[in-house]
């Protein structure tokens, strides 16, 4: 069955920093792209970060462009989100979410398999 399982959010003050972390099950992980999306309450959901299948590319959103970094680990069917010099403005459910296609997507609707949240609380 597949299955994505976020952890390691959590509350931090502004300046912090936390390390999420999704683990792939079911085969949807080997030569999949990656994504890291965040909603927060009120708001659409939006793209956070992206890493290709074989870690070579990635891409992220401005906001967080110099403060986050995608990173994976195949032979752990695992992608992590290390965020630091966090925001409140960071605050948002974050998701972990798969494409069948192992280029990078920016876009909810390009993502295949989605994960539960977990949720990020930045006090200021």
């Known amino acids: 069955q597949a299955q994505l399982v976020e952890s390691g959010g959590g509350l931090v003050q502004a300046g912090g920093s936390l390390r999420l972390s999704c683990a792939a099950s079911g085969g949807i992980f080997s030569r999949r792209a990656m994504g890291w999306f965040r909603q927060a309450p009120g708001k659409e959901r939006e793209f956070v970060a992206a890493i290709n299948w074989n870690g070579g590319t990635t891409s992220y959103a401005d906001s967080v462009k110099g403060r986050f970094t995608i990173s994976r680990v195949n032979a752990k069917n695992t992608v992590y989100l290390q965020m630091n010099s966090l925001k409140p403005e960071d605050t948002a459910v974050y998701y972990c979410?798969?494409?069948?296609?192992?280029?990078?997507?920016?876009?909810?609707?390009?993502?295949?398999?989605w994960g539960q949240g977990t949720q990020v609380t930045v006090s200021s």
């Open positions: 979410a798969a494409r069948l296609s192992g280029s990078i997507g920016t876009l909810p609707l390009e993502y295949d398999y």
